[in-house]
């Protein structure tokens, strides 16, 4: 009890959950001045994600490309970079994951984890473009990274329109079974919902993130290089190596996600008609989870559960989807501004140093 | 060359917007505030105009007068909506690039929340043809070949921001209030040795980034879309932010990076009018410019320098 109580009382844990349940409540204010009955909105909510053993899988699904777009993001951050692009690395992963799975004739046990390991690398240099203009021509990576976006999503536009497409269709080929990263018996086991391996490739990610960052020498050079350049460089420390680095393995993990997109959930690609936002969602995950790999699962699954839940807000409770936006936003606005949450908090920790005055 | 004329109009209307927002992130970066968040604050100002124009004219404004209170309402709300920015990061000491990001997805969420309940659950307003902005001819300056078909046959909101652009950079490299705000920028510890507020100073300059961020946003849902829905601003306020790292947090650099920006929207509507670039695929055209950018940053143009405090939260006590 005492451990559990230790937990919770560590400002790491509480905030979010304060923040969390804030976010809810701004939500639901917003939508009792529209006029709706926030009480039937969640419950619609919580319906619509636990309701079913498909939409169950469908919420995972959602989930899974978060958590590898969350975990880009952070990595870059650690090492002191922001990367904008995790949205054009996811894109051109997922393209190079779809030619190998549409072009290659290969058996399963290959086919697949070489699609989905050249979606990471794909990624990966697209990533690696934006480190070495910073390392080598100073370039900052907000802009190059922003540039990349716009050039990824044409190129892979002219992919999917040109070269990879089904004749009189908007899309590609669809991927040979041999690349699927389905988990078939799970997809039959849950009435269809389209579960895959990126699941538990994405866990195994964050296990992997915080390994490299904190127990291998390469981690702390990134970690000491994103503190303080100046102070890593005049250490002996590599830093243009280092911003590389990040950059690629940032890439690699959005390239990923992108990749698992295609190879498990659609099976092939269509054009796309704005950027689709999962780096940009990545943003807000990475931030959720405190740039922590953990944490980042915990807010991949927070964030992709809401979104997921939302349809069915609208669907029965008639509320517009997007309330689920403000209430995401609203929950990371009161972490970041946490000195807010522990003004509301106060009353309540006063009283128990008070309790435990007593008790001494 | 009347196809050329026309190319370069287009190219003045899609860059009025950018160079509006990007004069606003001058004004927010220069005081030392990171402002990820121009995306969403665009999105606040499209919104804005296009619902307040389209129930204005509901409620009787002729003529152009709902337009222009709809452009007024942006620029309001759009400062209105900077103002949680401000509160943020400079009261509480959040960091800029969060506060950023919430903005982005607070405009998102809300104002699409907000079309839906205003018209019956549509993901879009009403459509603004007829009480939008029309283009106005400059009497005898529209009649120059080329140039009058390029630059005076175009909305009153680009000469607009042609004058801001001239204001903006008056304003901080003329002015008293300029010179403070980039000592605010660069060095907010000696600024405040010397009397000068870094805490009103950052304010004024967020304020002023939502402010155009908000006319901006208006500019695109008035002269270009004609409504307003979730695909009316995507990805402007960042290739707004672009075009401010490029052109060196200069208004005159930014606004000729825009210009860049602009162009390549354009080409994008007239590809199809040359006959040499019908044989390119599309997309190859559209990349171009971002693949000119990143080409051009990163051989030809000398490194540029952001304001030295930009993006940290102003401690007196660490002075």
Known sequence: MQVLSKIFTKQSTYVPLVAIVLGLLVGAIVMWLGGYDPIVAYGAMLDKIFGSTYDFGEAIRQVTPLIFTGLAVAFAFRAGLFNIGVEGQFITGMTAATWIGINLNLPWFIHMPLAVIVGGIAGALWAGIAGWLKASRGVNEVISTIMLNWIAYYFANFMVRVVMVEPGQNRTKDIQGTASASIDWLVTLMDNARVHWGTVVAILCSFVFYYVLWKTRQGYELRASGFNPDAAHYAGMNVKGSIVKAMMFSGGLAGLGGAFESLGVFKSMAVMNALPGYGFDGIAVSLLGGNNPFGIIFGGILFGFLSYGSTGMSFEADVPNEIIRIVIGAVIFFVAIHGIVKWFLKPFFRKRREDKKEAA | MEAIGLLLNTTLVFSTALILVALGGIFSERSGV??????????????????????????????????????????????????????????????????????????????????????????????????????????????????????????????????????????????????????????????????????????????????????????????????????????????????????????????????????????????????????????????????????????????????????????????
């Open chain 2, 34 to 319: 990171v402002n990820i968040g121009l995306e969403g604050l665009m999105i606040i100002g499209a919104f804005s105009a296009a619902v307040f124009t389209y129930f204005s004219s509901e409620w009787g404004f002729g003529g152009s007068s709902a337009a222009w209170f709809g452009v007024l309402m942006s620029i309001v709300l759009g400062a209105a909506f900077s103002l949680l920015h401000a509160v943020a990061t400079i009261t509480f000491k959040a960091n800029q690039v969060i506060i950023g990001v919430v903005i982005n997805i607070l405009a998102f969420g809300l104002t699409i929340y907000l079309v839906k309940s205003l018209f019956d659950g549509s993901g879009q307003t009403e459509n603004l043809s007829g009480i939008a902005f029309t283009k106005y001819n400059v009497p005898y300056l529209s009649e120059i070949p080329l140039l009058g078909d390029a630059l005076f046959k175009t909305y009153p909101t680009t000469y607009l921001c042609y004058l801001l652009v001239f204001v903006s950079w008056y304003a901080l490299y003329r002015t008293r209030f300029g010179l403070r705000l980039r000592s605010v920028g660069e060095h907010p510890g000696a600024a405040d040795t010397v009397g000068i507020s870094v805490i009103k100073y950052r304010y004024i300059g967020v304020i002023l980034s939502g402010a155009f961020a908000g006319l901006g946003g208006a500019t695109i849902a008035l002269t270009t879309t004609y409504d307003f829905s979730h695909t009316t601003i995507s990805g402007q306020g960042f290739i707004a932010i672009a075009a401010i790292i490029f052109g060196r947090w200069h208004p005159i650099g930014a606004a000729g990076a825009a210009l860049f920006f602009g162009f390549a929207q354009a080409l994008r509507f007239q590809a199809d009018l040359f006959e040499w670039s019908q044989s390119i695929p599309n997309e190859f055209l559209y990349m171009l410019p971002y693949l000119l950018t990143l080409l051009l940053l990163a051989f030809a143009a000398g490194k540029s320098r952001a304001p030295s405090a930009l993006g940290d939260p102003y401690d007196p006590g660490k002075r």
